[in-house]
């Protein structure tokens, strides 16, 4: 599959949806953590979560997957994600933090 879809689109794809990760979430006022710039950076992207396993679970129930790290979620898009997966993720995420 990874080969059919091609090496070079899965990793526009994935640049894409890290810097779109990383705005939206900023734009809905998560603090990141990590490099702003796609350079020199992976497909993860986290921000700092109180209470981030709590978190992790109640978005869980909604059948969003994360990974929660002390008081770190971290979203980490690949290639078959759209951008609507992710605002879903960053809107629940803010929802259950304010």
Request: charged content about 30%; glycine content about 4%; proline content about 2%.
């Amino acid at each position: 599959m990874l080969l059919e879809v091609g090496i070079s689109n899965i990793e526009t794809q994935l640049k894409d949806l890290t810097q779109f990760t990383i705005h939206y979430g900023q734009e809905k006022g998560l603090h990141l953590l990590g490099p702003l710039s796609t350079k020199n950076r992976t497909s993860l992207v986290s921000f700092r979560i109180e209470n981030a396993s709590k978190v992790e679970a109640m978005l869980r129930d909604k059948k969003i997957i994360v990974a929660a790290r002390k008081d770190v979620i971290r979203i980490a898009p690949h290639f078959y994600n759209i951008k609507d997966d992710i605002k879903r993720a960053i809107d629940e995420i803010v929802i259950l933090i304010n």
